[in-house]
């Protein structure tokens, strides 16, 4: 980096030598380790951003880490369900599916979105496999219970983590649709941040990082400036209860909880539309989000 003159900016080049050495640290402390990704929001439908989100998740993976990619999809869909005279229904953050709103969800995240994300990963000189839950018998579903019937909406029920374990081995970034097989053939679609969590939970990972469209769990949900940046799981689940967690917040803080209880060391919930929000909070000291613990 060159002054007005052509002389090194030294000022530049000292606050990028220190962002290296601010990373260092946490470069060697997840080495080897899998982080898993949740992908989905505004990060995903700007261009620009999901090109630089995805390059990010490269470097992850060229500086020895093992990420694995859990990619939603909603805008998408929904932008296709109303093309085609169906108006989407959710249900605490959960899309309402009949069969043919699954087969919408199917045709979107396996036909488009997906591949185009594996490719934009490859392209960035780092092999990615795409895989939905279908795939090899990856994941296996079960319909969700509760006090509504949403239809064809599903939870993860079993995980073949040896599957994935081989592909990391390899070398892969998998990137993984949550579509999957349920009882007598049927095809659920599951929540992505559920999804994320059970495979954060059945890999042990290190970090489950969520991307979404906000700043992370607020104190006060009309306020972004009450960021909470560390927040526990019992705090979490008394915000759930008194409503002060609600609508699509609700599925990403249970997810934290649920990859929490499944071994996961700490869950991430981060504002996506940030540029580099991923190494922000994951390569410094203070991260940018809210960090869910124990």
């Known amino acids: 980096m060159k002054g007005s003159e052509g002389q090194p900016n030294l000022d530049a080049l000292r606050e990028r030598a ?7 640290p946490y470069l060697w402390q997840f080495r ?4 898993v990704v949740k992908y989905g929001g505004a990060a995903m439908q700007d261009e620009a951003l999901r090109r630089e989100v995805l390059r990010d998740i490269s470097l992850l993976k060229q500086v ?3 990420p694995v990619v859990v990619h939603g999809g909603g805008p998408e869909i929904s932008e296709v369900m109303r093309r085609l005279g169906k108006e989407p229904v959710f ?4 899309r309402v599916s009949d069969a043919e709103t699954v087969a919408i969800a199917q045709m979107v995240l396996l036909g488009s979105t997906n591949p185009a994300l594996v490719a934009e990963i490859s392209g960035q000189g780092t092999p990615a496999i795409g895989l939905s839950g279908k795939d090899s018998g990856l994941v296996k579903a079960a319909k969700l219970s509760g006090p509504r019937d949403l239809g064809f909406v599903g ?6 983590v040896e599957l994935l374990a081989r592909l990391l081995d390899e070398g892969f970034v998998p990137v993984i649709a949550p579509i999957a097989p349920g009882p007598e053939g049927a095809t659920y679609n599951i929540n992505a941040d559920h999804f994320a969590a059970r495979i954060a939970g059945a890999l042990k990972a290190s970090k489950l990082v969520l991307l979404t469209d906000v700043r992370g769990v607020l104190e006060d949900k009309e306020a972004p400036e009450t960021l909470i940046s560390e927040l526990s799981a019992a705090r979490a689940g008394e915000m759930i209860a008194a409503g002060g967690i609600d609508a699509g917040m609700i599925p990403k803080v249970e997810a934290c909880l649920d990859a929490l209880g499944a071994g996961v060391a700490k869950c991430h919930i981060i504002d996506g539309r940030l540029p580099h929000a991923i190494l922000m909070e994951l390569l410094t000291d203070y991260g940018i989000g809210t960090m869910v613990v124990q």
């Open 155 to 160: 939870e993860v029920a079993e995980v073949n």
């Open 18 to 24: 220190a962002v290296l050495v601010e990373a260092l």
């Open 91 to 94: 249900v605490d953050g959960l």
């Open 64 to 66: 020895g880490m093992r």
């Open 32 to 35: 080897d380790h899998v982080i």
